[in-house]
């Protein structure tokens, strides 16, 4: 009778941009014969997709210290029943390897998994460490980054980069040809505003599109992404200068617009920054101003040093500022094509892959 295939644990829970990786490696991780199971925090609730189908765990944890000291001291009491649960688990799993998504879901798991010697990655989605990974950094057995260069990174520590995974539907456009628009051709404008939304965008962004030139103004076909309580007014904002635009609350297929739309507008977490670039398309990041650490104009900057996308900081963001950023960009056909083959060249599409042959090398 042959050996079980070795057992890797995945942590993870809260936002997207730490969930979705960890739901890409599974993918790989399945793929190539390990067992994959999951442990995430208890006030998670159900997932779906490849996550939903692991075998899942959950122990106590605390989305934050707090501000005050009876938060700090709850939320400190949570995390350290987490670890003890998470030890018990993990002594009776033995798994070869864990891996830590960051957030503070993953801190018992990986918490546990360092005290008992366990490999233990962790992936840092962000161009500046998270402060859950910041507490385990200097003893984990690799740092797994999505940027090349990250904030706050431990000295002499093992370090590789490895990418931002994505969904697979993203993946697919990887190899997707990007055609800037020419001649008259319409303009496919893409307004997404993150996990925290952008009501910002709901404002200056009509503003923005009714102050261009009328025969360039006629070309844009807008599809906006904006809070529920938004919508109208971004609607009103759009029919009261004559322009029409698609404004929902959620787009359930970001991948065909992505594919679509010749130049996105968005804030700048891990996750939108890592689909937009897999998927060869030039954007205006406006970095998110109250992210952790500020890592959001970080992620951005990264972005805009390869030549992939152009940053405004949000307090400069104006509707005659943002108009003529758009007059000049949407009239240069070949601003946007080498915009958009350097947000392509920065990307690492394969990224899952090559974060499940980081996790293998640590393998007895």
């Known amino acids: 009778m042959s050996a079980p295939s070795p057992l890797i644990l995945l942590t993870a829970g809260g936002t997207g941009g730490h969930v979705f990786p960890a ?40 989305q934050m210290l707090g501000r005050g000291l009876a938060d700090k001291a709850r939320g400190a009491l949570s995390l350290a029943a987490g670890v ?34 366990i490999p233990t990655v962790i992936h840092e989605q962000n161009a500046v460490l998270g402060r859950a990974n910041r507490l385990f950094a200097r003893r984990v057995s690799l740092i797994a980054t999505a940027y090349e260069e990250v904030d706050h990174l431990p000295d002499n520590r093992p370090v590789r980069r490895v ?10 456009l990887s190899t997707a040809p990007y055609a800037p628009p020419v001649n008259g051709d319409s303009i496919s404008l893409l307004v997404l505003g993150g996990s925290q939304g952008a009501q910002i965008f709901s404002s200056v962004v009509p503003e923005a599109l009714a102050l261009l030139p009328g025969e360039l103004r006629q070309r844009v076909k807008i599809a906006q992404q904006a809070r529920p309580e938004d919508v109208e007014r971004a609607i009103h904002g759009y029919t009261s200068h004559g322009m029409t635009a698609e404004v929902q609350p959620f787009f359930h297929d ?6 679509a739309c010749h130049l996105l507008i968005a804030r700048s977490g891990a996750s939108t920054v890592a689909e937009a670039t897999t998927a060869g398309r030039p954007s205006l990041l406006v970095p998110y101003m109250h992210a952790a650490d500020d890592h959001q104009t970080a992620n951005a900057e990264a972005v805009e040093d390869a030549g992939g996308a152009w940053v405004v900081p949000q307090p400069d963001l104006s509707p005659t500022m943002l108009a003529e950023k758009l007059k000049g960009l949407l009239g240069s056909p070949e601003t946007l094509a080498g915009a958009a083959a350097a947000a392509r060249a920065w990307s690492m599409p394969d990224a899952a892959d090559h974060l ?3 996790v293998e090398t640590l393998l007895p």
């Open 23 to 62: 739901e890409a490696l599974a993918q790989v991780l399945l793929s190539r014969g390990f067992r994959v199971g999951f442990i995430t925090d208890s006030r998670g609730t159900a997932y779906s997709g490849t996550l939903g189908s692991l075998e899942t765990w959950r122990v106590s944890s605390a």
């Open 84 to 117: 003890l649960q998470a030890r018990k688990l993990l002594k009776a799993l033995r798994p070869a390897a864990v891996v830590g998504f960051g957030g503070y879901a993953s801190v018992p798991a990986v918490a546990a998994a360092v005290n008992l010697k």
């Open 163 to 172: 990418g931002m995974p994505v969904r697979e539907s993203i993946r697919a």
């Open 254 to 259: 970001v991948p065909d617009r992505l594919a």
């Open 356 to 358: 499940a042959d980081a």
